[in-house]
């Protein structure tokens, strides 16, 4: 099944006497609910803003206390209340079993860090191997030797809907007798077990996916029980792992979702900082704007995977959020750049913990019971190099 890059590079080489290599900006896959170009006046509104203010917040109280603890907070209907849930280990059969296929991840180019995404200045500053670990697929041993292994999975055929013969809703797949449609989403991730590294590069879901490939909003029945991402990211993290709580950072590369768009232009704005290259702009968990980046679309998976893992991670957190352009060479105008989001992860130390009764089961997290307003922007008169 052709993959995002090989349909690129294949037109690109029918046209060219020599190969080319393909720009991030090129492969980027188009879905509604993405923004297209980075714009700082687009800021969010009280409801995005004060929804994401609360998400945060409930990952925050939750990170140190017991799994039932944080079930209370989120509010498990389970008894006892529990965030740990069915999927477990590397996932590999459950993956099949719902729908989802492997394809070449080309990590020649989506995990070569160095010549690719051009991501020196970052990766050389947190001390991280900017090389693939393999090549190919199956996949071979990298002769540069790095620790970053990509893996790209699919819920469908592309290649049999993008030439129609076969849509996404008419590739079906059995589960336990029940019959299932594809959806056609999709997870492109770089895993660096030895750096501790969870990357993000690219994501739909199957119920964005459904509603767009369907032409229907699907109910939750309809689509795989393996789907969120906070479950998709364990399963790769997981495999083939000799240490699982070597966790320390989350990245999402080129965040283009609109309403994780609009909440970084407002915690940028509130600081008074414009987007900029390493090392960017970086918020603590103890503010509005770090809860917020949090608990934005783009990084709640991070929080889910943390506090439905306790049992096989131990207590961690998430300290703070940075902002940033991965790579502040690029060519690309900036339309076609996007800002990067780097979690940063540690050990909850252990005379750390919750009150022992935990969250009331029925009363909602603190932050959640009032509204988070954002400043009435004051414009600025001083010039930008971020507007286009």
């Known amino acids: 099944m ?152 699919w819920h469908g055929d592309k290649s049999l809907n993008d030439d129609h013969e076969k849509r996404y809703v008419e590739q079906e797949y059995k589960v336990n007798g029940q019959e299932y449609s594809k959806t056609g989403a999709y997870h492109k991730v770089a895993i660096n077990q030895v750096g501790g590294v969870v990357t993000a590069q690219y994501r739909l879901s199957p119920a964005h996916a459904a509603e767009d490939n369907w032409g229907w909003k699907p109910h939750g029945t309809e689509l795989p029980a393996l789907r969120t991402s906070a479950d998709l990211l364990w399963g790769f993290w997981y495999r083939d792992n000799p240490d699982i709580r070597n966790i320390r950072y989350f990245w999402a590369q080129n965040v283009q979702n609109i309403q994780t768009s609009r909440i970084v232009a407002s915690v940028l704005k509130m600081r008074g900082k414009e987007l900029t290259g390493w090392p960017g702009a970086t918020f603590d968990m103890d503010t509005d704007e770090g809860l917020a980046l949090l608990g934005s679309p783009n990084a709640i998976s991070f929080g889910y995977f943390l506090i439905s893992h306790k049992k096989e991670l131990g207590n961690k957190k998430i300290t703070k959020a940075r902002i940033f352009f991965g790579n502040e060479n690029s060519k690309s105008p900036m339309d076609k750049r996007h800002p990067d989001m780097l979690f940063y992860v540690e050990d909850v130390p252990e005379e750390t913990g919750n009150n022992p009764e935990g969250q009331e089961g029925n009363q909602p997290f603190p932050l959640c019971n009032v509204a988070h307003k954002l400043p009435s922007w004051t414009p600025s008169t001083s010039p930008s190099r971020l507007k286009i």
């Open 2 to 153: 052709p993959t995002l890059l090989a349909v690129v590079v294949a037109l690109a080489s029918a046209v060219l006497s020599k190969p080319i290599a393909a720009s991030p900006a090129d492969i980027i896959p188009w879905q509604d609910g993405l923004t297209r170009r980075w714009d700082i006046s687009a800021t969010a509104n009280d409801e995005i803003w004060s929804n994401a203010v609360c998400k945060g917040g409930q990952f925050v109280e939750a990170f140190p206390g017991s799994d039932e603890e944080a079930g209370k907070i989120f509010k498990s209907t389970a008894s006892p209340p529990t965030m740990r849930n069915q999927w477990q280990g590397d996932l590999k059969d459950d993956l099949s079993k719902w729908g989802w296929e492997e394809t070449n991840p080309h990590a020649e180019h989506f995990c070569d860090f160095e010549t690719f995404w051009q991501y020196n200045t970052p990766y050389n500053a947190l001390g991280l191997n900017k090389k693939p670990k393999f090549l190919g697929f199956p996949k071979r041993p990298s002769p540069d030797g790095g620790d970053n292994v990509c893996y790209e999975f």
